[in-house]
């Protein structure tokens, strides 16, 4: 009886460890990083991107042909539309513009991740479908925030921390009227999913799919897992084809069926 009454009182005790516990596991995923990083760019453009120049949009999500793309950022001007990838990550990253994979380098652990500039080309495509405007109007731009350098040189539009504002406001050039940029707003507004769980939840399990269907496509060449890509160049432009995932290592191609 008094072993029980320890063990309870002991609980009793500490039963604020437990919410403490969950809490500190929440912080460490790579959802709630996510969330913190998209949270520090749009503030940063509330501050420093002017309201009646830029028309923001956050966590849009839109129906293409294979599913679904979420978008983190989208600013829309006269001066163009910029689109913003989010990165929450620390360490140093390397990569290359048409590498694949991009790697992030944490004291002796080394992981490899998605291009973000492929994966936000999609993103581009995707609007680029949408809206009746020049393509030369979009911008791709990939924002690091955390506590994370870069190891080898990325193109400008790769940006850290609040560099991406920068970015944005070195465009000048007026390349959408007033009302091209209106109807840009009120497009996107129109054809965007509801922002919400389902929602989310709906995108996640497509994109599952979608990765689940890629490892079992095998390259013809060297036998790796293939990953959907999207020419960015010829006459082929913006069509989407299997690649090998080690290119450049292997270029093998196969036709999406």
């Known amino acids: 009886m008094n072993v029980t009454h320890t063990i309870t ?31 520090l ?31 983190d950022h989208i600013f829309i001007s006269r001066f163009g539309i910029f689109v913003v990838e989010t990165k ?15 790697t992030q380098h944490l004291a002796q652990q080394t992981f490899t991740f998605q291009n973000p500039l ?40 790769v940006t850290r921390g609040m560099g991406y504002i920068a970015y944005i406001k070195s465009f000048r050039e007026v390349v ?9 707003l009120q497009q996107i507004q ?3 999913l509801r922002p919400s769980r389902a929602t989310d939840r709906r995108h996640v399990k497509q994109l ?12 013809p060449e060297c036998g790796s897992p293939m990953v959907v890509r999207t020419a960015q160049r010829g006459e082929h432009t913006g069509n989407q084809f299997w690649g090998c995932s080690t290119y450049p290592k292997c270029q093998g191609v196969k036709n999406i069926k």
């Open 9 to 39: 009182a002991a609980l009793n005790m500490l039963w604020w460890l437990f919410p403490v516990l969950l809490l500190l596991g929440i912080l460490k995923t790579r959802w709630f990083k996510g969330l913190i990083g998209e949270a």
């Open 41 to 71: 760019v749009k503030f940063a453009a509330k501050l420093r991107l002017p309201a009646h120049s830029y028309h923001r949009l956050h966590h849009v999500t839109l129906t293409t042909a294979n599913g679904s793309t979420q978008i």
């Open 88 to 102: 929450n990550m620390k360490g140093s990253i390397s990569g290359g513009a048409h590498q694949a994979q991009w």
């Open 118 to 157: 492929r994966q936000n080309y999609k993103h581009i495509l995707a609007l680029d479908a949408l809206l009746n405007i020049p393509t030369n109007a979009l911008h791709s731009i990939v924002a690091f925030v955390g506590a994370s350098t870069f190891k080898s040189p990325l193109p400008a539009n």
């Open 176 to 184: 959408l009227s007033e009302q091209q940029v209106q109807d840009v």
């Open 190 to 192: 129109a054809e965007r």
């Open 208 to 219: 599952k799919k979608r990765l689940r269907h890629s490892a079992k496509t095998k390259c």
